[in-house]
């Protein structure tokens, strides 16, 4: 697993960071979608600058709760897959990623 970004909460409830790989450096923001429709529905809708990126939802391993994040983009021969990790207290959080094992 790769740490591919570093994330603070917002005001808003929701978290505004960097996501670093080879390729991209953007920042991004995660921003409550308060026009939830359903129980399926994104708890965040990402954002670079005003565009619209991909979402997040809402996760449970066990005891620990992180968001199950969604990137998709033009340039990315697919989405890209990754799990954002607040630390204890919710002080930051992780975005990890790892590449999925196909057999």
């Known amino acids: 697993m790769s740490v591919i970004g570093m994330f603070t909460p917002t005001k808003e409830g ?3 960071g960097t ?3 080879l390729t991209i450096d953007a ?5 409550p ?7 399926r529905a994104p708890a ?3 954002y670079v600058g ?6 997040a939802w809402r996760e449970r391993s066990g005891e620990k709760e992180y968001l199950s994040v969604r990137l998709d983009d033009p340039v ?6 990754a799990a954002l990790f ?7 959080a992780h975005l990890v990623w790892r590449r999925w094992e196909t057999t």
Request: hydrophobic share 30%; glycine share 8%.
């Open 50 to 55: 005003r565009s619209e990126i991909g979402a």
């Open 76 to 81: 990315l021969a697919a989405p890209l897959h």
């Open 86 to 92: 607040p630390t204890e207290g919710n002080r930051e």
């Open 14 to 16: 929701g978290w505004s």
């Open 27 to 31: 920042k991004l923001r995660f921003v």
């Open 44 to 46: 965040f809708k990402l």
């Open 19 to 21: 996501i670093r790989t």
């Open 33 to 39: 979608n308060d026009n939830r429709d359903s129980e």
